[in-house]
């Protein structure tokens, strides 16, 4: 496909795609000042300076109506909209983030046009696919909205969605004319980037799969310096751009993220191929390792930037190669080369003298440390001394105390194994003196080193005060021996003291299941510092009284105990022995623990448990709301109340979304009917597609009584399968669940489409097609004239048929019992319908026989030949019905014939032979279907129909009996097989 164009001023094309939100106003220099230091610009120094230069001037460049990323083009990304998951390049099924990281590229930068005119450019590309791009310049870029031109193109044909900002879309020659003009009629002036946009839009209608490498050939556009020299770069480029972007040099570059090492030096060497550099460069994309290529590229394009690329090829391969990297990007190597050489050997040096037993991680990070210091030798002493991570991140987090202390932590460290870790839990913003005094005191980090060891809160303050230390200290002694009942004594101890509650503690320091009780409810928050008093008065009852009638119910886990006497220090009531002994489970627990923040009607809550014992699942189930967000007052409702917990249960079940407004009142008025035909389907993919119809419905008032009731069980699944193929759309489901004729024909179309086993995007666009048949009353769209139309010919064809089959039978004014017939939605109906389908496609033929063979009977016998039909339907009607059925051939014979006469007697000669012959194809067909089970079964064994006992006609019949077979067997089918 060829690529499309849109060009207008820059307001006109944003509008056009809903983006105006980008035209910016009451912005100041302020909002430009962040696109100075970031802003790519492709062009000499001189040039740059004319860019920003322009740009500042408020007399020059509007300051009014700027939005960030204008200036170098990156604006042009917002076209259509911010919102990474619609952007018009990503596949639907594709993650975001991993499309936008590993398969987008870009380029953006500004540049200076004829007579100082500023503009930008702007590239998107799949990596996988330069079929799929998007581009644009932007001229003018300084100027107000409606003052810049836009020239957008794209390898897509992208939908305007505002038509008022007059804005087209047109197919234009793929290549790069459509951006920057003709060499006569130019749009697009710089020399070099008209070579540049030539050698990326390539007529083949895709892009340079390489384009980004010429993002390489960018510097930022900023005040603060730093711009290099680039004249005879950019010559170099303009000469032969095709050439730098099939340079493996700046793949290399391009392919290992060190854009940002590159500099304008390095690069012309790529271009120039020279050696050694060029082929250690280029020798990078061949590494498997590319952690290990791209570690090796940020150090070769560093030390090339700085003259010391003879360093290279000895340090490349050692073993500190990650953290030299990682120096260089965090500018710890210095600038100057002295200053460069210097640091890397004292890296080298500190490497390979640090202890062996440090980890690689550790080791980078002390050299960072000591890349950092002042560089002395007592630090550099400190630091040899060191000998695992845990006095690796002592050392570090303490630099700042000094080098004597950090010498006296070393010495004491070393003269007990497990001080390294206590020191190291400590926290950073410690305050130095108390980190020496854990540091020096050998009874303190002991007691912190068994807490530690034992998995108890240190409370490392409280401990610091001597007063405390002195009572806690024969308490927490006792851990040299430990047990599950001293750490919980000495961990509530530790909590209580914190709280001021040591005498508490010290009261009952004997009573251990008083206490391994607090440590518990001390984990699940359950004892709040401002009652605390309060509570641990209500635990002790809780303890004395409460548990023991628990228990008798049957055991608990401590946890269990815990969140239940949680529920006792809360509970609204007098009688709390009526609810918290039933609550047998963690969800039951757990959802009373919830409950009681809000509810304090002890009725309420004795309900709910009521309902709990009834329905085991019902705490989870509710809980599942809490999850949700759900309020507590609507979990209370809703768990008191069977009919609307036993609703929630069913979309539980099936997990189908809802909210509380949906069970509590939408679809309340539906529960019984509801759970009753969702049973009804065997099928669990229907039911869940019911389910989700059922709630968008009852959403818009359109779910009603009828929908639900047994004899609608084919239109439920009718509704499920199009919920299944067009999640929620309000339009089509409305229409598919109405009554009246148009309703009942959409229903008639998705039949068919449901009835074909079709792909998802096959049946999406059926059912629109179907949709616009019947809301605009056509049957033009129901023709294969598109691509994707003529896959699907088949499907197509035969519902073109059932409309023209719909719209002869609306014309022929048939009973109300006939009509009701056909707007049902039951198996009845349905065959019916097929019927009438096969009659309607004889008589056509006839008609059309008639005509060709016989013009003037024809007119004259059409309003005898609808009276005809009618009678047909009406026989047809009695016999699906059994209203007047005829029973046996010489009934139906005679019916019929009183049906064919008053037309057979309106023909004459050839006429009457060639519409007899269809009449009695008719005839046979429905003794066949009405009354002729029995023949079916003769057929199957003899292969000829008795009811065709007429040489004349057998051969006529042979044509349709396939046909009526067909018919007969399908007629037996539930509808659902079909689906």
């Known amino acids: 496909m060829p690529p499309y164009l849109i060009r207008g001023t820059y307001k006109e094309v944003f509008t056009a795609f809903g983006s105006d939100f980008v035209l910016g106003g009451g912005t100041n220099i302020s909002t430009l000042e962040p696109d100075f230091e970031r802003s790519t610009f492709m062009g000499t120094l001189e040039e740059c300076l004319l860019h920003l230069q322009t740009w500042k001037d408020s007399e020059k460049s509007d300051h009014e109506f700027y939005t960030q990323g204008n200036m170098f083009g990156a604006v042009l990304k917002m076209l259509f909209g911010a919102n990474v998951y619609e952007h018009p390049l990503k596949k639907a099924e594709e993650d975001p983030e991993n499309f936008a990281n590993n398969k987008l590229a870009s380029i953006d930068f500004g540049f200076v046009d004829k007579d100082g005119q500023l503009a930008a450019f702007h590239l998107e590309y799949r990596k996988d696919d330069p079929g799929q791009w998007l581009a644009g310049i932007i001229k003018n870029t300084n100027k107000k909205p409606e003052e810049r031109e836009v020239l957008f193109m794209s390898s897509f044909e992208p939908k305007v969605v505002n038509s008022a900002a007059n804005i087209h879309v047109s197919s234009v020659e793929a290549g790069a004319a459509p951006l920057i003009g003709t060499e006569d009629a130019p749009i697009i002036h710089n020399p070099l980037v008209r070579n540049i946009l030539q050698a990326i839009f390539l007529r083949n209608g895709k892009v340079h799969p390489d384009s980004d490498i010429i993002e390489q050939f960018t510097q930022l556009a900023s005040d603060r310096g730093g711009y290099e020299e680039n004249r005879e770069l950019l010559d170099s480029l303009q000469a032969n751009v095709d050439k730098a972007l099939a340079n493996p040099g700046l793949k290399a570059i391009k392919e290992l993220g060190l854009v940002g090492y590159r500099s304008v030096a390095s690069m012309q060497k790529c271009l120039r191929k020279e050696n050694p550099f060029y082929q250690q460069l280029a020798a990078l994309t061949k590494l498997s390792n590319k952690t290990l290529a791209t570690q090796r590229g940020v150090l070769l394009l560093f030390l090339d930037s700085t003259n010391l690329s003879h360093l290279y090829s000895g340090y490349s391969t050692a073993a500190f190669l990650p953290a030299l990297s990682s120096y260089i990007k965090e500018n710890m190597l210095g600038k100057t080369a002295d200053e460069i050489r210097e640091n890397c050997n004292q890296v080298k040096t500190l490497w390979s003298s640090l202890d062996k037993s440090l980890s690689s991680s550790t080791k980078e990070t002390i ?16 630091l040899h001394s060191i000998r695992n991570d845990s006095e690796a991140k002592v050392i570090l987090n303490r630099l700042r105390d000094g080098e004597n202390d950090l010498q006296f932590y070393l010495d004491k460290m070393h003269g007990c194994y497990y001080l390294p870790s206590v020191l190291a839990s400590q926290p950073t913003t410690m305050e130095r003196d108390q980190f020496y005094s854990i540091a020096d005191d050998q009874e303190l980090h002991q007691a912190i080193h068994l807490l530690q060891k034992n998995g108890i809160e240190t409370y490392t303050e409280l401990l610091l005060e001597p007063a405390q230390f002195e009572r806690l200290k024969p308490f927490i002694s006792e851990l040299s021996s430990p047990d599950q009942d001293k750490i919980a004594k000495v961990s509530i101890m530790l909590w209580l003291s914190n709280q001021g509650q040591f005498d508490h503690f010290y009261a009952n320091q004997n009573n251990i299941d008083y206490l391994r009780l607090l440590k518990r409810m001390v984990e699940i928050n359950a004892l709040k510092g401002k009652d605390l008093a309060d509570h641990l008065q209500k635990t002790q009852v809780f303890l004395e009284e409460i548990k023991p009638k628990i228990l008798e119910t049957g055991p608990r886990n401590e946890k269990a105990m815990a969140s239940l006497a949680q529920c006792y220090l809360v509970y609204p009531g007098d009688n709390p022995l009526a609810v918290l002994p039933r609550l047998k489970n963690e969800p039951q627990i757990r959802l009373l623990q919830f409950l009681l923040r809000h509810e304090t009607q002890e009725a309420n809550l004795i309900s709910l448990v009521d309902q709990l014992q009834v329905y085991p699942q019902l705490a989870e189930q509710l809980m599942r709301l809490f999850d949700k967000g759900i309020g507590a007052a609507d979990i209370m409702a809703i768990g008191i109340d069977p009919e609307k917990h036993q609703l929630m ?32 389907e065997p099928n669990a993919e229907m039911r869940k597609c019911f389910l989700q119809a059922a709630v968008n419905l009852a959403r818009n008032n359109l779910l009603s009584h009828e929908l639900l009731k047994p004899e609608a069980q084919l239109q439920r699944q009718l509704i499920a399968n199009l919920q299944r193929a067009v999640p929620g759309n309000l339009r089509y489901s409305s229409l598919a669940v109405g009554s009246d004729v148009k309703s009942h024909d959409f229903k008639v179309l998705l039949r068919e489409i449901f009835s074909n086993k079709l792909p998802p995007s096959g049946q999406k666009l059926l059912i629109e097609e179907a949709f616009t048949a019947i809301t605009a009353s056509t049957l033009d769209n129901l023709q294969p004239d598109t691509d994707a139309k003529k896959k699907l010919a088949k499907p197509l064809s035969q519902m073109h048929v059932q409309m023209t089959t719909l719209k002869h039978l609306e014309s022929l004014q048939l009973e109300q019992k006939t009509l009701d017939l056909l707007k049902g939605q039951d198996a009845t109906s349905q065959k019916f319908f097929r019927i009438a389908m096969f009659i309607e496609e004889q008589c056509e033929q006839m008609r059309k026989r008639l005509e060709k063979n016989n013009p003037q009977k024809y007119q004259k016998m059409l309003s005898h030949e609808a009276d005809y039909r009618k009678a047909l339907y009406g026989i047809l009607h009695d016999s699906l019905t059994g209203d007047a059925s005829p029973r046996t051939r010489e009934e139906l014979n005679k019916r019929l014939e009183k049906a064919e006469k008053p037309l057979l007697d309106a023909l004459e000669g050839d006429s009457r032979k060639a519409y007899r012959q269809g009449m009695r194809i008719i005839a046979n067909f429905f003794s066949i279907l009405l009354i002729g089970i029995p023949n079916l079964i003769h057929h199957r064994h003899t292969g000829n129909w008795t009811f065709f006992s007429t040489p004349r006609s057998r051969e006529t019949a042979q044509t349709v009996s396939k046909k009526v077979r067909d018919e007969i067997e399908s007629s037996s089918e539930n509808t659902q097989n079909k689906m």
């Open 367 to 382: 050299i960072a440390a000591f890349l950092r210091s002042s560089k002395s030798s007592l630090i550099q002493n400190c």
């Open 649 to 680: 249960s069913l979309f539980q079940d099936h997990s189908v979304p809802y909210t509380a407004n949906d069970i509590q009142n939408l679809l309340l008025p539906f529960s019984a009917e509801l759970q009753t035909a969702v049973q009804a």
